[in-house]
């Protein structure tokens, strides 16, 4: 079956522009993660979902990193003014229920490498 | 946050078991042990987890000391496509929130 999806793979931005990224989480999954991973290191926890609604946005960095989920599906993390400091893998990730202490693994998406130039 | 320790490298002959041991001292009780791996350029595969009992799927086995404080997870048989760097993740948050860490770099050689 359909995996998580992310887009773009891969995005180049000038430093101070915008950027979107997209996530398309397997169909029916109540959680939705997002994670920035830098080169050589682990993925860094950055926001999660339960259906519509963020329930935790601690790993976010800045105000300049938004993220959301209308419908409860697809989900989008927005940068806005891009710095060098940004550029990283940025992984999605879905799982079917509300984590119960744990009891419930996640399903990642490829990632969307940015590079800020 | 939860923390977790791993060794950073790991070496392993082809066909042999890989040993990949993981502390996490600080896990709470109804917290659950997971293990999950990355492929250079893909995204983590989540291979198994487990509460207190030693576990086996079809990818790996997980085996838990009694205290909680340190697990193991082995692959029987590794192949070249094993090679990967495999994270035992530090789990708060109730479950929504993973801690990875730099885990450990498996090389599976022949």
């Known amino acids: 079956g359909a995996g998580v999806s992310q887009s773009p793979r891969y995005k180049v931005a000038k430093r101070g522009q915008d950027v979107a990224l997209r996530c398309d989480p397997i169909?029916?999954?109540?959680?939705l993660f997002w994670y920035q991973q830098a080169l050589g290191q682990g993925p860094e926890f950055l926001t999660y979902?339960?259906?519509?609604?963020?329930?935790?946005k601690s790993g976010l960095p800045s105000d300049r990193f938004f993220a959301e989920r209308p419908e409860g599906s697809v989900s989008t993390l927005k940068i806005q003014r891009t710095q060098q400091e940004d550029s990283a893998v940025y992984l999605c990730?879905?799982?079917?229920?509300?984590?119960?202490?744990?009891?419930?693994?996640?399903?990642f998406g490829p990632g969307t490498r940015l590079t800020v130039t | 946050d939860a923390k977790t320790t791993q060794p950073t490298s790991m070496d392993c002959a082809e066909g042999r078991a890989a040993n990949l041991p993981c502390n996490h001292s600080?896990?709470?009780?109804?917290?659950?042990v997971y293990w999950y791996r990355q492929i250079h350029s893909q995204g983590p595969q989540y291979i198994i987890h487990?509460?207190?009992n030693n576990e086996t799927n079809e990818m790996a086995s997980l085996i838990i000391t009694e205290d909680r404080k340190s697990s193991t997870l082995i692959l029987p048989h590794a192949t070249l496509r094993d090679t990967a760097v495999y994270y035992c993740?530090?789990?708060?948050?109730?479950?929504?929130?993973?801690?990875f860490g730099t885990g450990t770099q498996l090389k599976v050689e022949l």
């Open positions: 169909s029916g999954h109540v959680s």
């Open positions: 993740p530090g789990v708060t948050g109730g479950g929504n929130k993973l801690t």
């Open positions: 979902f339960q259906n519509e609604a963020q329930l935790d």
């Open positions: 487990g509460l207190k």
């Open positions: 600080t896990i709470s009780g109804n917290e659950y």
């Open positions: 990730a879905s799982s079917l229920a509300p984590p119960l202490a744990g009891g419930d693994e996640q399903y």
